[in-house]
Structure formats: structure tokens, C-alpha cells
């Protein structure tokens, strides 16, 4: 019946959307290119709650997608220096969701360690991207399909770590960065979350 119809027409729209926002790294190419299946579970979820903290449902419009991103941007373009980020995700959050991670996943991302200082006998902890993982490979690829991305890697490259001129890129000029493009949403996600992580371990 047509009623029938329009409810199998309906359940595919929002089935399909749901779907997606769950695959929508798993169907890209650089992506399947370096990370396996498990690592790509781990970073969907790191980009869904990356997107959920910003303010996304699970079943975004366009609209709400481009609003929730501007406002997100525009609440962290007022910095002088990343200690003044102002985030709109929780630090027990993040956690929360970095425990759920696999910890094969987390070394490809990050360096994660207890570092016992030379001069004193206290231990700090280091929390950056990890220079030797998949991760910095899957920048390195997709900076030859992206000018931003290509300086943001070659930065970390060279100060082996997240520098206070990416962080104000970022935030200022955030136009250049494509959000249409899931890859450059994940790099943003993890670049948000790794300074969040910093600057609550201090």
C-alpha cells in the first residue's frame, strides 16, 4: 500500500542516515589506504563525539551541520594563545571516551606517556601526536590532496608536536579548512581533542 510505501521510503532516509554518520570514514579510500578496520571504528567515534559535543544530532541537516561547525569556530577564533580555547566538550568527557579507545588505535594517534624530567625528580605527562604512527602517515597522505592539511603536517614534522600558529590557523581560518570533507573533520576533531587533553593535564 502506499502508506506501506511512504513508511519503507522513510525508514531508508533515516536509516541511511544514520548509517552514514557511522561509515562515513570506512568508504574513503585514504582512509581504507592506512588504517584497518578496528582504527576505523575508533576514529568514527572520536568524530561523532567530536560532533555530538559541538552541538550535531544524530540525523544533522545541512543547516544545523554549518551552524553547529561556525559556532563551534567562532567561540574559539577570539585566541591569543591555545590556553584561551574555549571548549565546547567536556574534559571527563574526553576521557571517557579516549578509555573506550583501543590502545592500538591510541598509539597510532598519540604518544600518551609518564616522562621523568632530568633536573627534578617529577614525571610530566606527554600527550601529542605520535611522530611515528599511522596517524602522522594518514596527514602526510591526505596534505598531497590538501594545501592546509600538508602545512598543518609539516609543522607537526618539524616541532614534533601541535604548535600555538596551528592552533590560531585553525581557529582564524577556519573557512580553509573543507568540513565537507570527512578526512579534514576527523583532523579537526583530533586536533581539538589532543589540545583538550593537554591543557587539563598541565
Known sequence: SMRQLLFLILFFILFGCAEKRQDILSKDDTIQMIFN????VDL???LIFFEQSIGLSENYTDDEFQKAYSDFFSLN???GMSSELRFSFDYSDTMNLLGKIDTLTM???WENKLVRTKM????????KINFNGKYMKFLQR??????KIENYYN???VASDITPALVADIALNYKDYNIYDPKVRLVIAIH???LNVKLNRI
Open 120 to 127: 627534578s625528580k617529577d614525571s610530566t605527562y606527554v600527550f
Open 155 to 157: 609543522t607537526i614534522k
Open 44 to 46: 568514527s567515534e572520536i
Open 192 to 194: 581539538y581533542l589532543t
Open 107 to 109: 598509539n597510532e594517534i
Open 77 to 79: 577564533k577570539e585566541i
Open 37 to 40: 578496520k578496528n582504527e576505523i
Open 142 to 147: 591526505l596534505g598531497e590532496q590538501n594545501r
